[in-house]
């Protein structure tokens, strides 16, 4: 068999790389394993016959709307629990402002599409989201990272990391970034940070592309102001009902500029036509119409208490050259290895002893996080918890020693 | 208000240019007007009862799965189900070489990020379908028409066109075909003349993306071999449920030769992660476990029917220098107006009559279509339609005489 194709793919074919999350998938479904890998939400919360009762009722009375090609800004109803959402948290946004996306991943795809040309650069923490860092490889996007500590960016790296990669003669066109229990490393932008952070971006011309799936679930309900509260007309802001409704319905939001909002619309529906109408639809009676905000306490409850296990349990068992995060919410803590440990090692010998966990460097796009990794307390409950850890701590051992 | 995002558009963003489809979809609700002008399926035949029962109980019985993340290739039963729609074409194809889409515009966004750099050509009819152009153009790759006549693409002009955009110094990558019952032009690539398409394309190292949603839409539901069927290696195959099933479910597939195939697989999961998983199950259990082709029966009878009275309507009332395609399936005939006629002048006269339909220039990429028009028959009943016809031929007659 002669396959044509090699020769005809073009310079951004090559970008696309497996995601290590999504390798890690298939050996977190063994029996047995504990997996610390997959950053997946705890849908036993959900009120399933609820919901199905919903998905009917939406195809039953409005089936010739909801099964029918929709509308490219997204449906009135989506819109409006998308902004019902954002008041959750604290944001006032009109719903017209809003632009429905297929999954916020799709967001991010029609942001690079319009921002960024091949060989632009984007900002974004060091380590960021592996799915952001997928994206903009692909899209032969380089991506620059800049520094962290426990309350996220440093602002004085990111103003030396613009500069730095401006002095090497290339473009800047946005700092991507997840200000609120940030994905991989836990942590949360300082309050105090965010209007530093906003001014930087906005004197050195570039966007600010706010990521914000995990602002409702801090462990103690409070919120933080948002960047795009702090500068509407320089921040994009990318939301999603994957981590507080359900990811498998795809469906996710853009509030952007004005400049960017009509081409947001014509980029989504040369790339999709729209989100799943029948997922807006769900999503809409859901939000609008249920106590979904309860349901979602209730799970916050859990996932601090999940946290709680994993930090208890690294406080406990790992030795004194091994630090972490603490979270304040969301879903990852962060851990550092004894340096010059071989996170490879420790994930082999980890696998060993039934346990998965995602190794650092898969959230660089540079190399880095070689002596790290993540740790994923979303999904299983305590006690399993606190014992994939404890075989984690062995499995460095093993490793260190 | 100050938008600093101006200044970082991408080269591509100027691009994404509004659908003149989708721009009257607007018109087209207005109460009184006749719209021969969007291509949506009827959807009255569905089962709404039985479909919001399905849907129900995946949620019910399947929730953790069907609300939660989905797998990157798509959805088991998803993939089965694309298998058996082409089957019911006479496609034999395995499940596990099926990608599943949010939708076949996905699919076509993922081929062309994978096959075409900026400035790359594609070829495509002319006319061709006005979603693809939109996704080509804004993707910075130029669109090369190639003549067509009743039996679809003409092969000579297809060798003539590669060779004439080589000769200027530009690459072609593919050629992009709806080979039956084709939008806008309603013709079908005539049998005979398949296996010379494909051997073109072959011969001069061009892909192919056969784009098929309504291959099961035959008036007499006879099928014609595929493209993909006459050389698996060279053809990327373009599957939809959106014309058998639902458009709002957003699912589509692409089989595409196997070099393509991972890079496909990473590129969809770096731009949606994956299709509404609802969705795909919704698909599952609907064509895996239900009389979905005896509903589909009835659907092309309704639309033979409605064909049959809009070719009348225009046998009937159009003047010499009229002319149409003659459809045998699928949505649409293609009219052409006497020579030197506006067409938009005569979509002013139309909407004056509360008549409305796509003019031929949004079909073309280069400015072609400028005395044709598409007419959509899929939405209306047959005396609406006829009545469309009339009205239509009226402000052709005002706008000619």
């Known amino acids: 068999m002669t396959d044509l194709l090699d020769s005809l793919f073009a310079g951004r074919a090559g970008g696309f790389r497996p995601s290590p999350v999504r390798d890690f998938w298939e050996v977190s ?12 939400p705890d849908l036993s919360v959900l009120p399933l016959d609820a919901l199905g009762e ?18 490219g800004t997204g449906a009135p109803g989506a819109r409006e629990a998308a902004a019902r959402t954002m008041a959750a948290e604290g944001l006032d946004v009109d719903p017209d402002l809003v632009q429905v996306t297929a999954g916020s991943q799709l967001g991010l795809d029609l942001v690079v599409k319009l921002l960024c040309d091949p060989g632009d650069v984007v900002l974004a923490e060091g380590p960021s989201y592996v799915g952001a860092i997928g994206l903009f490889v692909g899209m032969q996007v380089d991506v620059a990272h800049v520094p962290i500590d426990g309350d996220g960016l440093l602002p004085e790296a990111l103003a030396e990391t613009i500069a730095r990669v401006r002095a090497a003669g290339r473009r800047v066109k946005a700092l991507y970034t997840i200000p609120n229990f940030h994905n991989p490393s836990g942590v949360t932008l300082a309050a105090e940070r965010r209007p530093e952070v906003a001014r930087i971006c906005r004197d050195a011309g570039i966007a600010i592309i706010e990521d914000n799936p995990y602002g409702l679930l801090s462990f103690d ?4 102001p948002s960047l795009r509260s702090l500068d509407p007309d320089n ?47 769900v999503v809409e009676e859901y939000v609008l119409r249920h106590d979904w905000l309860d349901v979602l306490a209730g799970a916050r409850g859990r996932y601090q208490a999940r946290a709680t296990a994993v930090l208890d349990a690294l406080a406990t068992g790992a030795g004194p050259d091994v630090t972490w995060s603490v979270p304040r919410g969301g879903f990852f803590t962060w851990v550092t290895l004894p340096a010059g440990t071989d996170v490879h090692a420790v994930l082999d010998a980890a696998i060993e002893r039934r346990v998965v966990f995602v190794p650092g460097s898969a959230f660089y796009a540079d190399g880095g996080g070689a002596e790290q990794l993540r740790l994923a307390f979303s999904l299983e409950r ?8 404890r075989r984690l701590l062995d499995a460095v051992t093993e490793v260190t020693t």
């Open 29 to 40: 479904m063994e029996p047995g394993i504990i997996s610390l890998a997959g950053g997946n």
């Open 54 to 71: 919903v998905a009917a009722r939406v195809i039953r009375e409005r089936g010739l709307e909801v099964l029918q090609y929709g509308g």
């Open 221 to 224: 309900g409070g919120t933080l």
């Open 235 to 281: 921040v994009i802001y990318l939301g999603s009902f994957s981590k507080v409704v359900a990811p498998g319905l795809r469906v996710g939001w853009v509030v952007a500029p004005e400049s960017l909002r009509r081409p947001l619309q014509l980029a989504s529906e040369a790339t999709v036509i729209c989100a799943s109408v029948l997922s807006q639809a």
């Open 382 to 389: 305590e006690e399993v918890l606190a014992e994939g850890v």
